[in-house]
């Protein structure tokens, strides 16, 4: 069985720019999680999306944003870009809510 | 709100046990996670609680009180590649908070 893929591994992009991030569930998981964890802190929760729904969102501003697709995978956006928007970002995936989450090995996003 | 404590680092030695211990405070409980993350990856996911006691994974155990709000995840038999950090994590209505981590180096 495929685990959860998060495409780029890598990304590179300068402040003000916009970055794009993938993610394709475990086949048969309809919740998708996105985490932001900077160099030497915890995972913050970003956003949660199920069955094509955002459902709930944490603490970040709304240039954070992202969608869930009919196939259940997902993209994260993060619009004008800052310099402590470096992190790597990890999508998880779930059967359902509360069920254990399964990670991707996450996008590193670095921004000059 | 939330709030997650556990240790920040632990040192332990090859063959050892050690106790990673966390205790939490949340309104209304759905669970108990613990998480495995090696250094740059992300994390696996080791167990899961929801009732009180001790359940038993191979070398891997986690204990769960919920009248203390506290938990523990007991590593046996440790090995170099247990070097890692160790988090729990609470369900918080739809969302899932973190604990900040404790990082285990395991030594010869």
Known sequence: EAGVTQSPTHLIKTRGQQATLRCSPISGHTSVYWYQQALGLGLQFLLWYDEGEERNRGNFPPRF????????????????????????????SSPGPRQPQHFGDGTRLSIL | G????????????????????????????????????????????????????????????????????????????????????????????NKLIFGAGTRLAVHP
């Open chain 1, 65 to 92: 944003s992202g969608r869930q697709f009919p196939n259940y995978s997902s993209e994260l956006n993060v619009n004008a870009l800052e310099l402590e928007d470096s992190a790597l970002y990890l999508c998880a």
């Open chain 2, 2 to 93: 939330q709030n997650i404590d556990q240790p920040t680092e632990m040192t332990a030695t090859e063959g050892a046990i050690v106790q990673i211990n966390c205790t939490y405070q949340t309104s209304g409980f759905n669970g108990l996670f613990w998480y495995q993350q090696h250094a740059g990856e992300a994390p696996t996911f080791l167990s899961y609680n929801v009732l009180d006691g001790l359940e038993e994974k191979g070398r891997f155990s986690s204990f769960l009180s919920r009248s203390k709000g506290y938990s523990y995840l007991l590593l046996k038999e440790l090995q170099m590649k247990d070097s890692a950090s160790y988090l729990c994590a609470v369900p918080h209505g």
